[in-house]
C-alpha cells in the first residue's frame, strides 16, 4: 500500500485515533522526516522502525534514547512516547505500525497465548532499542526493512511476508523479555495513571488560559505532585508541556487549513502574535511563515 500520512490524530487521552493500515490487514508503513517533533501520545498497536538519517530521542515514560542512523527501536503497544529531533537537521525515519493481530491472529490461538500476550502484557518491557552489534539485533532490523518494504512496495504475497518478518520480530523480542523483568514499579505505574489524566486534561484545554492548578486537579494530586510527575514521566515542566503542544497544535494548523497566522495562533491559545512568532521560532527554528512555506 502506498506510504501513510505521518500526521498523528489523538484523542482527550493522548491515544491516537489514526487507524494503521485496513480491517484486513491492519498494517501500515511510514517514511517520517522529522523537521518537528512528534508529541507525546499512545496507541493500540506496536511500533517498529530504523533511523534512515540523522539521530533523534525517542522519549518515553521516565527515559531518554537516543537512536542514530542505521539504529532501530520497538515500541509495546499502549506505550506513551514522543520522538524529537536530536540536533538542528531533519532525520528521516522508516517505521511500521501493526495490530498485534496481524502476527496471532485470533486470541484462542497458540501465537497470541504463548507469544503476543505475554509480551503485551509485560508493563517492564515498553521499549527496546536495536543497536546492529549483535547477530539476534541485526536480524530484528532486518525483519523490519523487510516488513516495510514489502508493505510500500506490494509485491505479489507481500501480506505473507509482512506477517512473517513481523512474526519473527515478535518472536525475538519475546525471548528478550528477561531482561526487562522488574522495572515497573508501583510509582511508575501510579504516575503514568496520573500523567495519561494531565495530558487528557491539557488536551482538552489547550486553546484556553491553562492555570497549573488546574492541571493537578485533574489527577487530584498538589502543585508539587504534578510538577514532580511531569519531570519523572515525560522529562519537562506542565508549563513547558504546554507551550510545545499549543506550538504542535499551531504548526499543524499552518500545514493543514488556509487560516491566518494569526487565527491559528489565536486557536492554539496564543494571542500575543509576537509571543508567538518567537516562541515558534524557538522550537521550529523558522517563522510561522517560512514554516508554511515549506511545508505545505
Same mark, same amino acid.
Given at each position: 500500500?502506498?506510504?501513510?500520512?505521518?500526521?498523528?490524530?489523538?484523542?482527550a487521552g493522548?491515544?491516537?485515533?489514526?487507524?494503521?493500515g485496513?480491517?484486513?490487514?491492519p498494517?501500515a508503513?511510514?517514511?517520517?522526516?522529522?523537521h518537528?517533533?512528534?508529541?507525546?501520545?499512545?496507541?493500540?498497536y506496536?511500533?517498529?522502525?530504523?533511523?534512515?538519517?540523522?539521530?533523534?530521542?525517542?522519549?518515553t515514560?521516565?527515559?531518554?534514547?537516543?537512536?542514530?542512523?542505521?539504529?532501530?527501536? *520497538?515500541?509495546?503497544?499502549? !506505550? #506513551?512516547?514522543?520522538?524529537r529531533?536530536?540536533?538542528k537537521?531533519?532525520? +528521516?525515519? &522508516? =517505521?511500521?505500525?501493526?495490530?498485534?493481530?496481524?502476527?496471532?491472529?485470533?486470541?484462542?490461538?497458540?501465537y497470541?497465548?504463548?507469544y503476543v500476550s505475554?509480551?503485551l502484557?509485560n508493563?517492564n518491557?515498553?521499549?527496546?532499542?536495536?543497536?546492529?552489534?549483535?547477530?539476534?539485533?541485526r536480524?530484528?532490523l532486518?525483519?523490519?526493512?523487510t516488513?516495510?518494504?514489502?508493505t510500500v512496495?506490494?509485491?505479489?504475497?507481500?501480506? *505473507?511476508?509482512v506477517?512473517? !518478518? #513481523?512474526?519473527?520480530?515478535?518472536?525475538?523480542?519475546?525471548?528478550?523479555? +528477561?531482561? &526487562? =523483568?522488574?522495572?515497573?514499579?508501583?510509582?511508575?505505574?501510579?504516575?503514568?495513571?496520573r500523567?495519561?489524566?494531565m495530558?487528557?486534561y491539557?488536551?482538552?484545554h489547550?486553546?484556553?488560559?491553562?492555570?497549573?492548578e488546574d492541571?493537578?486537579?485533574?489527577?487530584?494530586?498538589?502543585?508539587?505532585e504534578c510538577?514532580?510527575?511531569?519531570?519523572?514521566?515525560?522529562?519537562?515542566?506542565?508549563?513547558?508541556?504546554v507551550?510545545?503542544?499549543?506550538i504542535?497544535?499551531?504548526a499543524?494548523?499552518?500545514r493543514?487549513?488556509?487560516?491566518?497566522?494569526?487565527?491559528?495562533?489565536?486557536?492554539?491559545?496564543?494571542?500575543?502574535?509576537?509571543?508567538?512568532?518567537?516562541?515558534?521560532r524557538?522550537?521550529?527554528?523558522?517563522?510561522?511563515?517560512?514554516?508554511?512555506?515549506?511545508?505545505t
Amino acid at each position: 500500500m502506498p506510504l501513510s500520512s505521518s500526521l498523528v490524530p489523538f484523542d482527550a487521552g493522548g491515544r491516537e485515533t489514526k487507524e494503521h493500515g485496513t480491517v484486513l490487514f491492519p498494517a501500515a508503513a511510514y517514511n517520517t522526516t522529522m523537521h518537528y517533533s512528534i508529541p507525546w501520545h499512545w496507541h493500540t498497536y506496536m511500533e517498529a522502525g530504523i533511523l534512515q538519517k540523522g539521530s533523534v530521542r525517542l522519549l518515553t515514560e521516565g527515559h531518554v534514547f537516543i537512536i542514530h542512523e542505521g539504529e532501530g527501536f *520497538f515500541l509495546n503497544a499502549d !506505550a #506513551l512516547h514522543a520522538f524529537r529531533r536530536n540536533g538542528k537537521e531533519a532525520c +528521516e525515519m &522508516h =517505521s511500521v505500525v501493526f495490530a498485534p493481530r496481524i502476527v496471532a491472529g485470533s486470541m484462542e490461538s497458540v501465537y497470541w497465548q504463548n507469544y503476543v500476550s505475554p509480551l503485551l502484557n509485560n508493563r517492564n518491557l515498553k521499549t527496546i532499542i536495536l543497536k546492529p552489534d549483535t547477530d539476534e539485533s541485526r536480524q530484528i532490523l532486518q525483519d523490519i526493512r523487510t516488513a516495510w518494504e514489502n508493505t510500500v512496495q506490494e509485491p505479489a504475497g507481500f501480506e *505473507f511476508t509482512v506477517r512473517n !518478518a #513481523l512474526s519473527d520480530a515478535v518472536f525475538r523480542i519475546r525471548s528478550r523479555m +528477561e531482561e &526487562h =523483568s522488574g522495572r515497573h514499579s508501583s510509582r511508575d505505574q501510579r504516575d503514568e495513571a496520573r500523567i495519561r489524566m494531565m495530558l487528557a486534561y491539557i488536551e482538552d484545554h489547550f486553546h484556553e488560559e491553562i492555570a497549573l492548578e488546574d492541571i493537578a486537579a485533574s489527577a487530584a494530586v498538589s502543585v508539587n505532585e504534578c510538577m514532580r510527575c511531569f519531570r519523572r514521566t515525560v522529562q519537562t515542566s506542565p508549563v513547558q508541556y504546554v507551550r510545545q503542544l499549543r506550538i504542535q497544535k499551531a504548526a499543524a494548523l499552518l500545514r493543514t487549513t488556509d487560516l491566518k497566522i494569526n487565527e491559528a495562533a489565536a486557536a492554539c491559545g496564543f494571542l500575543d502574535m509576537s509571543y508567538f512568532s518567537r516562541i515558534f521560532r524557538s522550537y521550529a527554528g523558522v517563522t510561522p511563515t517560512e514554516y508554511r512555506k515549506t511545508s505545505t
